[in-house]
């Protein structure tokens, strides 16, 4: 280990994972490491005094967030050069896994300070594990970007990916960014975890079009993450039937017939007329039923 100008030894930072949820979900060595350390840096120091007040832990705390980061991290690694140790933690979860801790990490590594990671929870391995989807290689891609442009430029850069793709959402953006997925991936199967591990935890797997219905007249509460299955080399084009599922949810969707054959377009792979004029034959079909 380092030393320190004044002759002492390093302390050591520790990366500790806490519940992403169920309190419960703690391990027996975070619980120790939390107990021992002379500092817990926290993202929400609210949120975490919880944890410790519901295992008698009496460290004292102090605020490590985004908007902190550039001016906190050189203090804290002030304190660690001093020989202080300290224990990051984020709300919930595995810090610096798209929550605060990078700028942290990085400057302590720079000057070889001890780093040990606590592993634990995590959202992303939590949802992989029961999406049901091939778990032997996926992409992470963490959050979306919120604006709807933004966000489909993203998404049309993946739509050729072939491992599974995990996001984070929240839940205010996630019905958009479902129809932006079905939009430009087509109706591929995803998975969408909601309040994991908590008292209302809801799963859901299925074709995008189905869980964009199933979400739909009911508001959407709680940390999201979703799963999207890998493009599939060998169909280059959907189905025909996945276009038409496709077609049937914009049109519900109050999409106009012109903009819904773009879409099934660009997502299905298949001419724009083709599209066109499936989306007729939907419209056509649907007044038939209805006046049948």
Known sequence: MPATGAGDVAGTLYIVATPI??????TLRALRILKEVDLIAAEDT????????????????????????????PVLVETLLAGKNIALVSDAGTPCISDPGYRLVKSAAEVDIPIVPIPGPSMLTALMSVGGLPTDRFAFEGFLPAKQGQRQ????????????????ESPHRLLRTLADLAQIFGDRRVVVGRELTKQFEEILRGPVSAVLSAFHNRPVKGEVALVVEGWDRKDESTSEQSAAALMRQLLADGV?????????????????????????????????????
């Open 153 to 168: 430029s993203a998404l049309r850069e993946l739509c050729h990916e072939e491992r599974p793709l995990i996001f984070y």
């Open 46 to 73: 609210r949120h975490t005094r919880k944890l410790l007040t519901h295992y008698g832990i009496p460290t004292p705390l102090t605020s490590y967030h985004d908007h902190s980061e550039s001016t906190k991290a």
């Open 21 to 26: 949820g169920n309190l419960e979900d703690i």
């Open 256 to 292: 106009g017939l012109k903009e819904a054959a773009r879409a099934v377009s660009e997502a299905c792979h298949i001419p724009k007329r083709d599209a066109y004029a499936l989306g007729v034959k939907i419209k056509a079909d649907s007044r038939t039923h209805q006046h049948g």
